[in-house]
T-cell receptor, first 114, second 113 residues
Framework: DSGVTQTPKHLITATGQRVTLRCSPR?????VYWYQQSLDQGLQFLIQ???????AKGNILERFSAQQFPDLHSELNLSSLELGDSALYFC?????????????FGQGTRLTVV | ELKVEQNPLFLSMQEGKNYTIYCNYS?????LYWYRQDPGKSLESLFV?????AVKQEGRLMASLDTKARLSTLHITAAVHDLSATYFC?????????????FGTGTSLTVIP
């Protein structure tokens, strides 16, 4: 168990809908990352938050947004869903250990858009 | 944009055989990470390599890093079925605006009895 909790584990929704994925990082970790893993795109970085502030942005669609709350949990909001958004969404939290960063991944949320 | 490439993408090998997975990257970073992912599961950290020439071993897996060639290898010795999984390498790009992990495409390893 990595200590990173994601809910829900599975989500099935229709095209055009909006969903919210939730992530609780490991206790004490200030940094949260969101990744999308699909069969054709591999593991794609979406966005990083650090202590409530957006730090880095990857290939995140405008239909997607995220935030990190004062208690450090994070939510990823996906709207106007399309079939192609079906994927496994991972959250990770990290801790800086001197020369490197150790990232811990949650179990993922499998989103199926029908 | 930073690129991380792995090969092969798919690897089917018999138990007891040896094989190497290759990871090429385009950054000058001297930090290279290896992860394992079981089907439908999360990513588990295997190794962190922090300098040129670094070598780390855990059981039948050994990872090495050549920063001059921008190449890391993951060598599997005498494969067993339990090693069947997808293996990812990753580099992190640290800047004032944060750090991103860039992952390779992954190598799906199947060990056949």
């Amino acid at each position: 168990d990595s200590g990173v909790t994601q809910t829900p584990k599975h989500l099935i929704t229709a095209t055009g809908q909006r969903v919210t994925l939730r992530c609780s990082p490991r206790s004490g970790d200030l940094s949260v990352y969101w990744y999308q893993q699909s069969l054709d795109q591999g593991l794609q970085f979406l966005i990083q938050y650090y202590n409530g502030e957006e730090r880095a942005k990857g290939n995140i669609l405008e239909r997607f947004s995220a935030q990190q709350f004062p208690d450090l949990h994070s939510e990823l909001n996906l709207s106007s869903l399309e079939l192609g958004d079906s994927a496994l969404y991972f959250c990770a939290s990290s801790v800086a250990l001197g020369r490197y960063t150790e990232a811990f991944f949650g179990q993922g949320t499998r989103l199926t858009v029908v | 944009e930073l690129k991380v490439e792995q090969n092969p993408l798919f690897l089917s090998m018999q138990e007891g055989k040896n094989y190497t997975i290759y990871c090429n990257y385009s950054t000058t970073s001297d930090r290279l990470y290896w992860y394992r992912q079981d089907p439908g599961k999360s990513l588990e950290s295997l190794f962190v390599l922090l300098s040129n020439g670094a070598v780390k071993q855990e059981g039948r897996l050994m990872a090495s890093l050549d920063t001059k060639a921008r190449l890391s290898t993951l060598h599997i010795t005498a494969a067993v079925h339990d090693l069947s999984a997808t293996y990812f390498c990753a580099v992190d790009d640290v800047s004032d605006s944060g750090n991103q992990f860039y992952f390779g495409t992954g190598t799906s390893l199947t060990v056949i009895p």
